[in-house]
């Protein structure tokens, strides 16, 4: 059982910026791929970025750029920096883990979620 517990969010005007935390109560963190799901009013839930067990990123098109995501293995933590924030950024963000190389979406856990508010 893995239990994530996510940390960040909050509101700030466009452009600016946040830093999302991810932590993991589990006994060996570094065989988990890790991601950020968000999910806007309205609309289903997306993948932003994926961090693998072996360190490879990947990210949403419209994040690319803009977000950097990161993993510290030492202190079972991913982040998730957001630069340039842009009002279409606003929704829940998710933290996910699964127990596999590369996020398949099926099988893992899922963090309870924070806010991320981006308005003028």
């Known amino acids: 059982q893995v239990q994530l517990v996510e940390s960040g969010g909050g509101s700030v005007q466009p452009g600016g910026f946040l830093r999302l935390s991810c932590a993991a109560s589990v006994s060996i963190f570094s065989p988990l791929s890790l991601a950020w799901y968000r999910q806007a009013p309205g609309k289903p839930r997306e993948l932003v970025a994926v961090?693998?067990?072996?360190?490879?990123?990947s990210y949403t098109d419209s994040v690319k750029g803009r977000f950097t995501l990161s993993r510290d293995n030492a202190k079972n933590t991913v982040y998730l920096q957001m630069n340039s924030l842009k009002t279409e950024d606003t929704a829940v963000y998710y933290c996910?883990?699964?127990?596999?190389?590369?996020?398949?979406?099926?099988?893992?856990?899922w963090g309870q979620g924070t806010q991320v508010t981006v308005s003028s």
């Open positions: 961090v693998t067990s072996r360190g490879f990123t």
């Open positions: 996910y883990a699964e127990p596999n190389s590369y996020i398949r979406g099926t099988n893992g856990y």
